[in-house]
């Protein structure tokens, strides 16, 4: 019985072993993938988010700045899109005095236009050649800029009417984190602009 048991944690530490060695081989790879990332992320205005919405993508990034920068685009598009799906939502359940309803209507337009941008944005990337990469980056900047101020005009037409004060919190609370990441995704587009020639 003890020489089975000792068979048992004998197999057990050779498992371990060879289990902490194969991930130890791993490791570099992904130390310098995540690495890449933070580094990256290091120029945005946002860093921490910016790694924290994008290390979860460390394996398919690599240290490649094309698919980081796509990476960061479709991040900021599906917040975009569920930040736009939250808007219309409070648009019709709230209790919003009139001033309030038109400028959260046109706070979903808005929003609508930024999440038009960020897709435009991303199949342009796609496309995105040697031969066509100046005039390419340039109108992924645009879109990508213009997104960012539908973003702002969203939370300033809040500012403006002076709405209460729980709606403009609810409403600041849910652009913020789709404006830094854009934010984020414009700083790294701009890097890749620089980083061609």
């Not at 398919?60 to 939250?86: R, Y």
């Not at 879109?143 to 709606?167: K, P």
């Not at 652009?175 to 984020?184: C, G």
Request: proline fraction near 2%.
């Amino acid at each position: 019985m003890e020489a089975f048991s000792s068979r048992i944690l004998l197999t057990i530490f050779a498992f371990s072993f060879i289990t902490h060695s194969i991930q130890a081989n791993e490791r570099p790879y992904q130390q310098s993938n995540t690495l890449f990332i933070r580094n990256s992320c290091s120029s945005t205005t946002y860093p921490r988010l910016c790694y924290t919405s994008l290390v979860k993508h460390a394996d398919f990034i690599q240290t490649n700045q094309m698919l980081l920068t796509g990476t960061a685009l479709n991040v900021t598009l599906a917040s975009a899109k569920s930040t736009s799906a939250l808007m219309s939502t409070l648009s019709k359940g709230q209790q919003l005095n009139p001033r309030e309803a038109a400028a959260m209507k046109d706070c979903v337009e808005v929003l609508s236009d930024s999440v038009d941008e960020l897709r435009r944005s991303i199949d342009e990337m796609s496309r995105l050649r040697t031969s066509n990469f100046e005039i390419t980056m340039s109108d992924v900047q645009t879109w990508v800029s213009a997104a960012l101020t539908d973003q702002n005009t969203c939370t300033d037409g809040f500012q403006e009417i002076n709405a209460t004060e729980n709606v403009k919190t609810l409403v600041r609370g849910s652009i913020v984190q789709v404006a830094q990441l854009t934010s984020n995704a414009l700083a790294l587009i701009n890097k890749l602009a620089t980083s061609h020639g």
